[in-house]
């Protein structure tokens, strides 16, 4: 029975249509896994009631023959995004209590494919964060361990931590996460599996928390980059709930993993060659440009020249954004509510013990650059640089047609290793970030392990709607690479 | 661009910032809260750097104009269902601290 946790999301698909085993059976094999590694604190909540009744339907619609294309696969559902009936707190103290009234567009749409939910998936307060160490839960923690400490924790990257975890120690076939500067692609990287970001526009942000709207994006992570073209299939298209959402047709994914890279351009930006960059990450790079090259790719250098002032224009646009969204949490209407003797003090008390210190960290220094005097000379400015950054790619993708960069600057770290200074976290999505900015698709897939033993990511770019070039080299790559560790925990 | 806009925050920007976010901030906490803040405003600065004349402003990365719909009623009559998530309320409505004396 627990060997059915070790299939492929597409393995399971086909086990479940030749009846090699039932709906009801693969997640009953899940919910058994996710309760012997409760220890890693990847769901939130556990929806095992809902998981059952759904897989027992699945199993009915596999009978008839009108299956969906997730029909019976378990999944987690990352809890930033509204699940109507179940509890959905964004991970924050403010949000504890809520039980949504209504279902998110994209999770309505992988419910309706016939995705079983497993659970609420951690993530950092908000989805602000980079290590899934600032939910109200208490840390997510990675699977993985280093060969020289084997007892120290480490994290799983963020805010999607819990989805990426709930992958690797195969807790789940997939989870769904979102994305607002890399919290799909850097806790991929961490954990060893693969994460994409589409398009922004592609997948509807309706029920889905809100960070900063202008960058938040939905998307699958799983266990290889087929899987993830399954799942995405379930996720996106044109929702008139959400104003930002792109009216434009939607390919089959998985049909785009055709194999075929010949004489296809990947384009290799000096920038992301850091002085700081370690030799392993360097390696890990050029082995994976030598591989596309074998695979009849041709590799181009560009120059992505405003990659540098990403990350501070970032954090001025996402906090800007941020504070106009969270100021909806007011004790009235949702959430937690402190007393207070008059209507502003309660918003004070309850707004100052519901958030914790990097989401009101963040929400002051939005409030700051959005005020009167400030806003032009920041919030302006950053949307300026951002424009900058958004040509950049498109100049470059006139060569290319995809980018090839690392994930993340360095492998997962440990629980009791972070830093006080919140740049310092910030600077692990330096290689995630411009990609927010300018919108584009960009997944990252595990292409080796660190001297240490851990995992290490690359990413690949593409241009705006082109998921499926993004997703074909990914997959040629992974063939190339064949990744086959598993976590540290999961090895007899 | 005018450089003296990046001065270092003061205690009473703090103080003025956190009332704009309706967030209570303690006097104890105030003088760790400028210093972070101060840090990030530090590294953010160096955006003063890059030439931005002439460039426009991005505010969406999706090359789309803003949709118009039907000016129909699509929601609503669910005011329990708005409701079963208020901290209190009272005959259909929110109750908040009294606002008017």
Sequence with gaps: ?492 | MDESIFMSLDKDIVRNIANLARIEVLEDEIDSIVKELSNILQFVEQLSEVNTDDIIPMTVVADMKLPLRADVVTDGNCRDKVLINAPESFDGFFLVPKVVE
């Design chain 1, 1 to 492: 029975m627990s060997n059915l946790t070790k299939l492929t999301l597409s393995a399971a698909r086909d086990g479940l249509k030749t009846k090699d085993f039932s709906a009801v059976e693969l997640t009953k094999a899940y919910l058994d896994v996710m309760e012997q590694r409760r220890v890693l604190n990847a769901f939130v909540t556990e929806t095992s009631d809902i998981a059952l009744k759904q897989a027992s339907l699945s199993d009915i619609k596999l009978t008839k023959g009108n299956a969906g294309a997730m029909e019976g696969l378990p999944i987690g559902i990352k809890d930033l995004f509204c699940t109507e009936g179940v509890r959905t707190t964004a991970c924050s103290r403010i949000l504890e209590t809520f039980i949504p009234p209504y279902e998110s567009t994209v999770s309505g749409k992988l419910k309706r494919a016939g995705a079983v939910m497993l659970g609420k998936t951690s993530l950092d307060e908000f989805a602000m964060g980079s290590s899934n160490t600032t939910s109200t839960f208490g840390p997510v923690i990675n699977p993985w361990r280093r060969k020289s400490n084997f007892a120290s924790p480490l994290v799983p990257g963020g805010s999607s931590g819990g989805s990426a975890v709930a992958v690797a120690a195969h807790l789940a076939l997939a989870a769904i996460g979102t994305d607002t500067g890399g919290s799909i692609r850097q806790p991929a990287a961490f954990c060893g599996v693969v994460g994409i970001k589409p398009t922004y526009g592609r997948c509807s942000r309706w029920g889905i928390v809100a960070f900063a709207s202008s960058l938040d994006q939905a998307g699958p992570i799983a266990r290889n980059v087929r899987d993830v073209a399954i799942v995405l299939n379930s996720m996106v298209g044109y929702d008139p709930k959400d104003s930002t959402s792109a009216k434009i047709s939607v390919p089959d994914f998985e049909m785009a993993l055709t194999r075929d890279i010949k004489g296809l351009k990947i384009g290799i930006p000096q920038e992301y060659r850091l002085d700081y960059l370690s030799n392993e990450i360097s390696k890990l790079w050029d082995d994976g440009i030598a591989m596309m090259k074998d695979a009849g790719a041709i590799p181009v250098q560009i120059s992505l020249p405003y990659t540098k002032y990403a990350l501070p224009a970032y954090y001025i646009v996402a906090s800007a954004e941020c504070s106009s969204n969270l100021l909806r949490y007011d004790g009235v209407r949702y959430g937690l509510r402190i007393d207070g003797k008059t209507l502003d003090e309660m918003y004070k008390k309850t707004r100052a013990n519901g958030f914790g210190k990097e989401v009101r960290r963040r929400i002051l220094i939005g409030t700051y650059v959005l005020s009167a005097g400030y806003y032009d000379a920041y919030y302006v400015k950053a949307q300026k640089v951002r424009r900058l950054i958004y040509d950049d790619f498109n100049k470059a993708f006139q060569n290319v047609d995809v980018i090839l960069t690392p994930t993340a600057p360095s492998s997962a770290f440990g629980l009791n290793e972070i830093d006080d200074n919140p740049i310092a976290m910030w600077m692990n999505d330096i290689f995630t970030i411009p990609t927010s900015m300018a919108g584009l698709p960009s997944l990252s897939l595990p292409a080796g392990l660190s001297v240490d033993g851990l995992p290490l990511g690359l990413q690949l770019i593409g241009r705006p709607f082109d998921e499926e070039t993004v997703l074909k080299v990914a997959d040629v790559m992974e063939r190339s690479i064949d990744f086959k560790e598993i976590p540290s925990l999961l090895r007899d």
